[in-house]
Every structure is written in structure tokens, then in C-alpha cells.
């Protein structure tokens, strides 16, 4: 989660500057360990100065505009250039500087990633403080922070994705810019405000896609605020169960579309090492989760081509990781059930009918040398794969079942024309285009907490 209220209450410039003194502290440069701290403070750095600078370029235009506009226009884009000046450079004083800082920033962040998922988090409690001010003043009334609000929700509405045509039946969807209120302040106590409330009012008001609302439910929450919540679509809120005890308080977790489940996968394990044959089994965690690429199988994921994920593995013994990647790679089609698909796609390849596939596709079957050096030279030469480690079993078998069921969905559109899957015995295995036969139709998949765990585990 970004965070957003540290910006709002200290301002760019102040990070930039802790990012200086840790620069001076390093004092000379000698060792590899300062010369990636430099580097790790001095990106931060330049990526502030940018979002700072992405500001300025609207005051600028705000002054450009200014020139030729009336008295009273004039005077509001004048005073929209003060304050991109002011942020997110420096602290924000006021609400409406304090909602301009914010957006810069998912602005920002969203353009930087391109990313769905760029949430607000809990809008009503870093934003409180500055809300709480000018309505205490006289400088804001209660009316103009709610006309704001339901600008911030047009605005939000606006954040849209590019996309390729031919993705656009995977990747389409919403932006997931979830914003949460209520629940409970780290004393247990109540969180919800006047702000909170506004924030709901400008939901009801104005029925945009984004973003998405969630609320923390809890018994301590005010009474004018619960009533609130129950004016809310249903459709278009989630309320979420939130214990009085602060250290059980769980993160709320939004929804994330089957399509981006899969892509995003994909983009985690490829930070993994890959590895082709011989491997050495050293190299390996004792435990974990193995995926397997094919030479000639890829997918389109924001416009650029990956390797697809074709089989998604774990063992049940502790410890056999290494056994079950040495069977795949130099055992036979008993030890390994991974040979015995591939041995019956090479021999369905040249005879469908032929007599010896019965045979094989047995699990303790009669070998056939002449198929296991086809299978030899195929895994050999053409495949290639990457593994997490994960020590605990019951962690591992989750995994694995999320992992293909979610990988699943969408495999099938995926596999190339060639793909040797396409003339495997196994109908899940032609059906789904993976090499698994397991867990293909499983409700157990993916969600975008155990996409964060993975992202976790692959460090």
C-alpha cells in the first residue's frame, strides 16, 4: 500500500532530504554493500524529483491558461498553480491541497506501474487531519469537501488501461482502486469520522465504477455511520468483519479478475532463476513449487511475450523437491508421472492407434527404451524451469491446487498451434493445455492475497 499520508503530512522534499543524509552517512563509497545503498537512496531520489516535476508541469499550464481567462477563472487557475507548486513537495495545509497532493501521487504511482490494484487504502484516516482543520476554521464548509470527494470519484473513474485487442478478453475489467473506511484506530477505538461519512454520501451521490469502497466493520463504529453504510449498493460495497483487537486486524483484500490473476503469475515466477539441463541438484530448495516452461509456448502480457507456464508441480515427501526434478530429468516414466504424459503425447504423435500406448500410460507399466530417449531429448532440449521455495507441505499442496486451477482458466487460449499437449492422451491435458490433470476445474484458486504471498515467498 502506498503511503499516501506520509506524503500528505511531510511532503517529497522532506523524504528527499532523508534520502541526503543516509547518502552522507554512507561517507566514503568502498564496499558493495554502500554502493547499493547509494544507488537504492539516489533512485529514490531522482523517481521524487519526477513527481515533483510532473506537478510543476500542471501549475505551468494552469498559468498558460490563466492568460486568457476571465476575472474569476483566472482566479481559480492561479490559485490550482499555487498549490501543484505547493504539491506534493511540501506538506499539505489544507483538504483541497491535501486531495491534489494525494492524486499526484496515485497519478504518479499508476503511470509508473501501470498496474491495477493502486488502491487509496484508509482514505478517511490520513486525510482526516487536514479535512478536520479547514471544516474547524470556516477556511472549507462540509458541502465543498463533499463536492471534492465526488470529483476525486470522477477522477478515479478516469484511470483506464490500454490494452492490446487481442487482450482485451483476458485483461478487461476495473481498475481495483479500493478505498477503505471505519474500522478501528490503533487504541481499538472507533475509526470512523465526518470524512468517513462524506466519502459514503459521495458514493450514493454519484454511482462511478471507482473506486470501489470497502468498509471495516466493527461494533465501535458510530451509529450515523453504520446507518450510511446500509444506503450503499450492496453490489458496489464489501463489508469487511473488524476485530477490536488492533494486532488481529487483517488487510482488506479486493478482488482481482481471473485475467489478471493469470498474467500477474506469470510476471512473479519470472523473477525466479531459470533453469535448463543438467541442472545441479545443489542449486535446488529441498522444498518447494516447480514451473515449467516449453520451448515455443508464449503469451502476450502488456505488450510484451513470455513464456508460458505449462505445468505447475509440488511433492508431498519432506525434502523431495530435488528426487522429483531428478526423476523428470534422468528417471523413467514410472518414477516420474510428468514422462509418462509426455511419452504418451510422443507416441500418440506417430500412431495414435499404436499398440504399446495402453502399456505405457500404466503406472507401473512396461518401459520402452526407444520412448524414453524421445522423452530424454524433449525435456532435455526443450524444457526449462523455475521453482520457489516453500518448506511447509500444507502450504505447498494450497499452492499447487490455486496455481493450476488459475493457470488453467485460460491456458487453453494460450498454447501454441504446435504444442505437443494437443495430442496428449490425457483429455485435461489437451482440454486445459497444461500438463497437469489435476485440480484443472477447482474452485481453490488464486486471489490477490495469495498472489502477494507468492510475491513473499519469491523474495
Not at 24 to 41: A, P, W
Request: proline letters at 3%; a negative charge; one cysteine or more.
Amino acid at each position: 500500500m502506498i503511503n499516501y499520508g506520509n506524503v500528505i503530512e511531510e511532503g517529497l522534499e522532506a523524504v528527499i532530504e532523508k534520502c541526503h543524509q543516509k547518502i552522507r552517512q554512507l561517507k566514503s563509497i568502498e564496499t558493495k554493500e554502500k554502493v547499493e545503498k547509494y544507488d537504492f537512496y539516489k533512485g529514490i531520489i531522482l523517481a521524487l524529483e519526477g513527481a515533483i516535476a510532473f506537478a510543476e508541469n500542471y501549475a505551468r499550464e494552469a498559468e498558460k491558461l490563466a492568460e486568457n481567462a476571465d476575472a474569476k477563472r483566472r482566479e481559480e487557475l492561479l490559485e490550482i498553480a499555487r498549490i501543484c507548486r505547493k504539491v506534493p513537495r511540501q506538506r499539505a495545509d489544507t483538504f483541497r491541497e491535501a486531495v491534489q497532493s494525494f492524486w499526484f501521487i496515485h497519478c504518479v504511482v499508476f503511470i509508473e506501474t501501470n498496474g491495477r490494484g493502486v488502491s487509496p487504502g484508509r482514505f478517511d484516516q490520513y486525510m482526516y487531519r487536514p479535512f478536520k482543520d479547514d471544516i474547524e476554521s470556516g477556511r472549507m464548509t462540509e458541502g465543498e469537501a463533499l463536492e471534492l470527494l465526488e470529483l476525486l470519484r470522477v477522477k478515479h473513474s478516469e484511470m483506464v488501461r490500454a490494452h492490446a485487442w487481442f487482450l482485451e478478453a483476458v485483461v478487461v475489467g476495473g481498475t481495483y482502486q479500493n478505498l477503505t473506511l471505519g474500522g478501528v484506530d490503533r487504541y481499538g477505538r472507533g475509526a470512523d469520522n465526518e470524512l468517513s461519512k462524506l466519502i459514503l454520501q459521495a458514493g450514493i451521490n454519484l454511482r462511478s465504477p471507482q473506486p470501489t469502497l470497502s468498509v471495516r466493520w466493527n461494533d465501535k463504529l458510530s451509529k450515523d455511520f453504520k446507518l450510511k453504510v446500509e444506503r450503499v449498493d450492496v453490489e458496489e460495497e464489501s463489508v469487511f468483519s473488524s476485530p477490536s483487537v488492533v494486532e488481529e486486524e487483517a488487510p482488506l483484500i479486493p478482488k482481482v479478475s481471473k485475467g489478471e490473476v493469470y498474467h500477474r503469475i506469470h510476471e512473479i515466477v519470472e523473477s525466479l532463476p531459470l533453469y535448463r539441463y543438467p541442472v545441479s541438484m545443489e542449486d535446488l530448495p529441498e522444498n518447494g513449487i516447480c514451473f515449467f516452461y516449453e520451448e515455443g509456448e508464449k503469451i502476450p502480457i502488456e505488450g510484451e511475450v513470455k513464456d508460458r507456464i505449462v505445468r505447475v508441480e509440488t511433492h508431498r515427501d519432506e525434502g523431495g523437491f530435488r528426487d522429483m526434478v531428478f526423476n523428470h530429468f534422468e528417471g523413467d516414466k514410472n518414477s516420474s508421472g510428468f514422462r509418462r504424459q509426455l511419452g504418451g503425447a510422443i507416441i500418440s504423435k506417430k500412431n495414435l492407434d499404436h499398440p504399446s500406448l495402453e502399456e505405457w500410460l500404466k503406472d507401473t507399466g512396461s518401459i520402452f527404451d526407444d520412448v524414453e530417449a524421445l522423452i530424454d531429448e524433449e525435456l532435455r532440449e526443450r524444457f526449462s524451469f523455475r521453482c520457489v521455495r516453500v518448506d511447509s507441505e500444507e502450504e505447498r499442496v494450497d499452492f499447487e491446487e490455486r496455481l493450476i486451477a488459475s493457470l488453467a482458466l485460460y491456458a487453453c487460449f494460450q498454447c501454441s498451434k504446435s504444442w505437443l499437449g494437443r495430442v496428449a492422451p490425457s483429455d485435461n491435458i489437451r482440454i486445459f493445455g497444461l500438463w497437469n490433470e489435476k485440480h484443472l476445474e477447482s474452485d481453490n484458486v488464486m486471489t490477490l492475497e495469495h498472489l502477494l504471498r507468492l510475491e513473499e515467498l519469491t523474495g
